[in-house]
């Protein structure tokens, strides 16, 4: 793995900040304030190819990298933790399984449209009865000759009420298991497909969080993704994928943080010198540092595997498991720096502490990331 | 080129709609100091439609000998080849030594074509003339968002020649009795190459605000933050009878339109008094006010730049201060 | 239709600070841009191109890094970038860079040629009107806007002082534009993948069609006789008092300058 930034990276990084501080940071308090989805954003988004990164140029991606596209969710939710799991969720939850296990004809039906931003993508595993132990599935799909009936309901979806393209998992047969998984493609509209109750969340509140509900839901046949019986490992692999933009995410979130007090420790002054001057803030900001630079290195190293082919499961636990506990780390502290100033409204460490703390819970909690890896441990 | 053939302090004279800028009256401050060091003359180039020559007498009254007044339909208002033709017929015929020309819109669209159709050295945004002991012009201009400065020569090059920004030369008193020589001149045009035709000229009302005319100047940045201190602002200004100023984070947060930047890409003052309120004192901002006879600023920093600056410094939080001010003031001006 | 921008990689100077102790320029660290100016020359290049389909040239003079820029450059939009780099081409002032612009844009095929209006870390404004003086075309400086009549024919606003003009140019003609005038646009991803497949061509002085007298040093009628960091002024007095006293400290001043 090279570890230096290459020009092309440098050029994509000057690019991403640019967007971010001039098209995301300024209404970044507003969208969690209102509980606002960033339409306009992930318009502006789509224009310059940033909802579509790595997808392949043949289908109307960028045929960029997972590096570079870690990268992009990094700095986005510098600013913004909800358009940072927005763009997350679409690429790797939707595109993602798609380009990976999609026939050509869904590849070029669905791809295009979600490389452009003019579709948003999203996907649906979670159930009531079915989080961490996600094949205790409930959603039925009934194979009915000419098309598949959907029924059941899943909760918790990201981007829910916004997207087109929906990635939805349930169970063609229940007596094989986790073999009797599949994957299917929903689109918005369909008959007997709606969104359900918006949730009231603590964090990412900008980002549509709803259920989504399948009652009698009629959906075509070639509309099943993957091979039948194999949705299942189908959602294990993109959300081994996915974690690798929850990780970037929270990284994001506390080098928003880092930033923010650096800052501020700089232009506080108390007992007559900026804070920063103070022996316990230089050795606190000097952890916090090093535990966002392995974040980094763990988020690099994952994307690097996936770029390469390599297996990369344990490498995306890791990371999202390190990256999302600094985050919380971070941002807390950032609050504590910041003092009373830090627990209002007035300073968005207070928005990056809340959004921080779902990275240690959605695609997969913490306790999950150290099964994965003990799991392979073990082995 | 035998340089020797060249002599004599040229000031193109710019006029809008028949009326004289101000800047050309203080380049002729400027241009006097300087033709009194090498023992020459000033000259005004007074170039316009068929009523100008009447406003030659007042360019003597500010200190020019004589005035090479140019008058036609041609040179009514202000076109790029026209002006230029006529300035460098005008060059050929009197040689000149040095020609000053104000850094407006015009003076800095002109400037550059001629000297490239003289092939001569210019040099923009002057802060600084003198004459050398070599008897050539020194010409100091920041460079580098006003953090350098240069001090430029033309050995080689006649006429030397550069830009000056309204407000940084002081005009002489205005003397009515001063005598001058008016010398009429025509210029032979190829208006083949008139190719820019003018359709339509337009004054905007929003655009007449000019604080760098203001004797005192109420200044916000950073520290001043929103559209409520942006207020506070507004309501001293009008019980000073000053104008708002701004640096330009206040600007690039939309608080204040750029006509009242005060730096480097805004305007330059040099007013009576300069209120510095929550202004950190970045080079850009400094480089434009920095002539100010005497700068006040309020800051909470008390290792801020702006603090380096000022002739009196406050440490402490415009928030407080400004309302305080409004306060006491407005009771003062009751009694 | 064909356009030539010409761009200059400049450092961001909002970005150099003084040391506070020697007053000296600290230039480490500080990032290299492309000067806003030009980039509205940029934006306004891109957006005939969107329109009308022009084929977009940009050209910059610099040192072999100032090719950065020119990958920008392609991230944004263009068609083909040069750099005009070379020893001789070193040293130039206003005038003799501008001969070697002009001198670059006179073996391409042009109907309008772009600069930004003045760039950041000379604040000349000078280099354009140069250009078109040797090019002997005609020049519109302080561009707000433009229109093309899709023929030969350019309506541009231009600002001045106090309001605006709009003036009708034919090509081939230089226009030299604000940064206000437009947003310029942001790099696309897909941009800035293709910006390294790209060809940066790299011409020296045999290159352009100009008498190498007027290039670099030999070339500048103008020199720097001396460069300086402005001497800092001697600091007046600064108070650390509470509010009122304060406020007494600075209506006296104002009493003793008369102001109230």
Excluded at chain 1, 275 to 302: G, P, Y
Excluded at chain 3, 107 to 124: F, M, S
Aim: hydrophobic fraction near 40%.
């Amino acid at each position: 793995m090279d570890f230096n930034i290459s020009k092309q990276e440098e050029l994509f990084l000057q690019m991403i900040r640019e967007f971010t501080e001039n098209e995301i940071k300024p209404i970044a308090a507003e969208i969690d304030e209102q509980e606002r989805f960033p339409v306009e954003t992930v318009e502006k988004m789509g224009k310059l190819g940033i909802m579509g990164i790595p997808i392949p140029v043949e289908y109307g991606g960028q045929g960029s990298t997972n590096q570079i596209y870690s990268m992009a969710v990094e700095e986005i939710s510098r600013v913004c933790g909800t358009t940072g799991v927005v763009v997350s969720a679409h690429t790797s939850l939707c595109a993602d399984p798609i380009m990976n296990f999609g026939t050509e004809e869904q590849k070029q039906k669905y791809l295009p449209k979600l490389a452009s931003g003019e579709w948003v993508g999203a996907f649906g595993l979670t159930e009531p009865n079915a989080g961490t132990d996600a094949a205790l599935q409930q959603t039925t799909a009934e194979d009915a000759g000419d098309k598949w009936i959907l029924n059941g309901s899943k909760i918790f979806i990201t981007n829910a009420e916004y997207a087109h393209v929906y990635v939805i998992i349930a169970m063609t047969d229940k007596s094989q298991g986790t073999k009797g998984i599949s994957a299917f493609i929903v689109e918005k509209g369909t008959p007997g497909f709606t969104i359900g109750k918006k949730e009231k969340k603590l964090g990412i509140r900008g980002s549509s969080t709803c259920e989504l509900i399948f009652e009698n839901c009629q959906i075509p046949k070639e509309n099943l993704l993957g091979k039948i019986g194999k949705g299942f490992s189908l959602a294990m692999k993109t959300l081994d994928g996915g974690r690798i933009g929850i990780a970037a995410q929270a990284l994001g979130l506390a080098q928003g943080a880092m930033d923010e007090t650096i800052k501020y420790t700089k232009e506080r002054k108390q007992f007559g010198k900026a804070i920063s001057k103070f022996q316990n803030t230089q050795f606190q900001l000097a952890d916090m540092e090093t535990k966002v630079q392995a974040s980094r290195l763990f988020v690099r190293n994952a994307a690097f595997k996936k770029d390469q082919k390599l297996p990369y499961s344990v490498d995306a636990a890791m990371a999202k498991l390190y990256a999302s506990e600094t985050a919380m780390e971070v941002t807390t502290k950032a609050i504590q720096f910041h003092g009373g100033y830090g627990y209002t409204r007035e300073y968005p460490v207070e928005r990056m502490f809340r959004d921080a703390k779902i990275t240690e819970i959605y695609e997969g909690t913490s306790e999950v990331q150290r099964m994965v890896i003990a799991g392979n441990l073990l082995k | 080129m035998n340089k020797s053939e060249y002599k004599n302090v040229f000031v193109f004279a710019e006029q809008r709609e028949g009326k004289i800028q101000g800047v050309a009256i203080e380049l002729l401050g400027k241009a006097r100091n300087l033709a009194d060091d090498l023992q020459e003359e000033v000259y005004a180039i007074l170039l316009g439609g068929k009523d100008i020559e009447s406003k030659a007498q007042t360019l003597i009254s500010y200190g020019a000998d004589k005035v090479i007044v140019a008058s036609c339909e041609e040179l009514e208002n202000y076109t790029t080849e026209s002006y230029t033709q006529a300035i460098t017929q005008i060059s050929h015929e009197f040689k000149p030594s040095i020609i000053l020309f104000g850094a407006t819109t015009i003076g800095r669209d002109l400037g550059p074509r001629l000297s490239a159709r003289l092939t001569t050295g210019l040099t923009a945004d002057c802060t600084k003339l003198e004459i050398s002991e070599e008897k050539e012009l020194l010409m100091t201009r920041p460079a580098f968002g006003g953090n350098l400065m240069a001090t430029i020569i033309c050995s080689e090059h006649r006429p030397q020649m550069s830009t000056v920004r309204p407000g940084v030369m002081k005009a002489l008193e205005k003397d009515e009795n001063r005598k001058g020589e008016i010398i009429k001149t025509s210029i032979n045009f190829n208006k083949e190459k008139f190719r820019v035709r003018i359709k339509e000229t337009v004054k905007e009302k929003s655009s007449m605000i000019d604080i760098s005319e203001a004797k005192v100047l109420v200044s916000g940045g950073r520290g001043i933050g929103n559209e409520a201190g942006l207020k506070m602002l507004k309501e001293l200004s009008t019980i000073l009878d000053a104008e708002v100023a701004a640096s330009r984070a206040m600007v690039d947060a939309g608080l204040v339109e750029h006509k009242r930047q005060v730096g480097q890409t805004g305007q330059t003052v040099r007013p009576d008094l300069y209120f510095a309120f929550g202004i950190s004192g970045a080079i850009q901002h400094v480089a434009g006010m920095e002539e100010s006879d005497f700068i006040i600023a309020v800051n909470k920093d008390r290792y801020a730049p702006i603090m380096q600056i000022a002739d009196l410094g406050i440490v402490g939080d415009c928030k407080s201060i400004i309302p305080a001010l409004i306060e006491r003031l407005s009771n003062k001006i009751k009694d | 239709m064909k356009i030539v921008v010409c761009i200059k990689q400049v450092p961001d100077t909002t970005e150099v600070k003084l040391d506070p102790v020697t007053g000296t320029l600290i230039r480490d660290g500080v990032p290299s841009i492309i000067n806003p100016d030009d980039k509205g020359g940029l934006e306004l290049a891109l957006e005939l191109k969107d329109k009308f389909n022009a084929e977009v040239t940009v050209i910059t003079m610099g040192p072999m890094q100032a090719e950065a820029v020119l990958r920008e450059a392609f991230a944004m939009g263009v068609d083909k970038a040069i750099l005009l780099s070379d020893r001789k081409f070193a040293g130039a002032d206003t005038l003799a860079t501008s001969n070697a612009l002009a001198g670059a844009i006179r073996t391409l095929d042009y109907d309008l040629v772009i600069t930004g209006r003045q760039a950041i870390d000379g604040d000349t404004a000078q280099v354009g009107p140069q250009i078109a003086e040797h090019l002997d075309i005609p020049q519109v400086s302080y561009l707000q806007s433009l229109e093309y009549d899709g023929k030969n024919t350019f309506t541009i606003k231009k600002q001045t002082e106090d309001g605006y003009q709009i003036v009708e140019v034919d090509g081939p003609c230089l226009v030299t534009v604000l940064s206000t005038a437009n947003k310029a646009r942001y790099m696309t991803v897909k941009g800035i993948m293709e910006a390294f497949d790209k060809e940066v061509e790299i011409w020296s002085a045999d290159k352009i069609d100009v008498d190498e007298a007027k290039l670099g040093l030999k070339g500048s009628p103008t020199k720097v006789k001396k460069a300086f960091t402005k001497g800092v002024k001697s600091a007046g007095q600064v108070y650390e008092v509470d509010t009122e006293e304060a406020i007494g400290i600075i209506l006296s001043k104002l009493k003793e300058k008369f102001i109230i």
